[in-house]
């Protein structure tokens, strides 16, 4: 009889075994975050919020935004590493952590090839060569003549060394082959407001900040820095229309974890991610806070950014760009 029982006990135990597993896997049971390597308030941080309440309608869990501005989305980028590694922190950033950051420095506390599992890229953000709205010079080819004909003349502002304002603005000096004044400034709105009040002629700039000003009669969109028009100005043309080939720089933006998160929460994270990025809503959305909704998997991670943090590095050996 009792040999009975204890065989019977230890069936029912084998048979629970795996739900009990089960329990103890389920992803997510509390709060996640997501870390915002930008100031409050900006675009960037805007899609963060956005991205966190529409992944909290998919993981049935609270999404907090952690905002972690400074030393160029290193800070951020910290803060993830140092967090556990179950999932439950995420990063929002874009090829400035990625592949611009390595391009220039050597000493970064992470390694951009090692240290994420990308769970997709979601946006872009299209870059437009702008000049304030009654500038005599009034569109590309007459920029590169101009310059042509007065080296160091002219001059051309971004809204930060080592930005990917600075580093579209300097390819497009290397494939013109002209050389103009680079202005760095800290942030957009300093760099716009400048453009606009006429201290600086020329500017490269996101198409998120520069569309209000477009629209106001302000300033003028010469090109855009990418492969294919922005569809927020379908009218501007890009440089490799205009004959300046292989230009091709936005700013991309992605979500990713640390490396070495459970498998189970990965899988989660990239279904819940999916989801919104198919929601016709949500890419409206997107669209309205001015990014260009763009879901794609990067299956072979360490490859890509490789590749792309190369191609930095020969822009920023012949600009000679530097960290500040």
């Given at each position: 009889?009792?040999?009975?029982?204890v065989t019977t006990l230890l069936a029912t135990l084998a048979a629970l075994a795996p739900l009990g597993a089960q329990a103890q896997t389920r992803f997510p049971e509390r709060p996640l975050q997501i870390i915002a390597p930008?100031?409050?308030?900006g675009a960037a941080d805007v899609l963060s919020r956005f991205l966190g309440r529409a992944l909290e309608s998919q993981l049935g869990q609270p999404v907090i935004v952690m905002n972690r501005p400074g030393a160029g989305t290193?800070?951020?980028?910290?803060?993830?590493?140092?967090?556990?590694?179950?999932?439950?922190?995420?990063?929002?950033?874009?090829?400035?952590?990625?592949?611009?950051?390595?391009?220039?420095?050597?000493?970064?506390?992470?390694?951009?090839?090692?240290?994420?599992?990308?769970?997709?890229?979601?946006?872009?953000?299209?870059?437009?060569?702008?000049?304030?709205?009654?500038?005599?010079?009034?569109?590309v080819p007459a920029l590169v003549a101009a310059a042509k004909a007065e080296p160091d003349k002219l001059t051309l502002a971004s809204f930060g060394t080592g930005t990917v304002s600075h580093f579209a603005g300097e390819w497009?000096?290397?494939?013109?082959?002209?050389?103009?004044?680079?202005?760095?400034?800290?942030?957009?709105?300093?760099?716009?407001?400048?453009?606009?009040?006429?201290?600086?002629?020329?500017?490269?700039?996101?198409?998120?900040?520069?569309?209000?000003?477009?629209?106001?009669?302000?300033?003028?969109?010469?090109?855009?820095?990418?492969?294919?028009?922005?569809?927020?100005?379908?009218?501007?043309?890009?440089?490799?229309?205009?004959?300046?080939?292989?230009?091709?720089?936005?700013?991309?933006?992605?979500?990713?974890?640390?490396?070495?998160?459970?498998?189970?929460?990965?899988?989660?994270?990239?279904?819940?991610?999916?989801?919104?990025?198919?929601?016709?809503?949500?890419?409206?959305?997107?669209?309205?806070?001015?990014?260009?909704?763009?879901?794609?998997?990067?299956?072979?991670?360490?490859?890509?950014?490789?590749?792309?943090?190369?191609?930095?590095?020969?822009?920023?050996?012949?600009?000679?760009?530097?960290?500040?």
């Amino acid at each position: 009889m009792n040999r009975r029982i204890v065989t019977t006990l230890l069936a029912t135990l084998a048979a629970l075994a795996p739900l009990g597993a089960q329990a103890q896997t389920r992803f997510p049971e509390r709060p996640l975050q997501i870390i915002a390597p930008f100031a409050a308030g900006g675009a960037a941080d805007v899609l963060s919020r956005f991205l966190g309440r529409a992944l909290e309608s998919q993981l049935g869990q609270p999404v907090i935004v952690m905002n972690r501005p400074g030393a160029g989305t290193v800070i951020g980028v910290q803060a993830l590493l140092q967090a556990p590694k179950d999932g439950y922190t995420l990063l929002l950033s874009s090829n400035s952590t990625f592949t611009l950051n390595p391009a220039i420095m050597p000493n970064l506390p992470y390694v951009a090839t090692r240290d994420f599992e990308p769970l997709a890229q979601v946006a872009t953000a299209h870059l437009v060569l702008l000049t304030y709205a009654d500038h005599p010079i009034r569109d590309v080819p007459a920029l590169v003549a101009a310059a042509k004909a007065e080296p160091d003349k002219l001059t051309l502002a971004s809204f930060g060394t080592g930005t990917v304002s600075h580093f579209a603005g300097e390819w497009f000096k290397s494939v013109a082959g002209i050389r103009m004044v680079h202005v760095p400034y800290r942030g957009s709105g300093p760099a716009m407001n400048d453009l606009v009040g006429k201290h600086v002629p020329f500017l490269v700039d996101t198409v998120v900040a520069a569309r209000p000003q477009i629209e106001s009669g302000r300033v003028r969109a010469l090109a855009v820095t990418s492969a294919t028009r922005s569809p927020m100005m379908p009218d501007v043309p890009t440089l490799q229309e205009l004959g300046f080939a292989g230009i091709d720089l936005s700013s991309w933006v992605a979500v990713v974890t640390a490396s070495g998160i459970p498998a189970d929460a990965r899988a989660k994270l990239s279904e819940a991610l999916a989801a919104v990025m198919r929601d016709p809503a949500a890419q409206a959305e997107m669209r309205k806070s001015g990014f260009e909704p763009v879901y794609r998997l990067i299956p072979d991670w360490p490859a890509e950014i490789s590749r792309e943090i190369e191609q930095m590095k020969a822009i920023a050996a012949a600009a000679n760009i530097r960290p500040e």
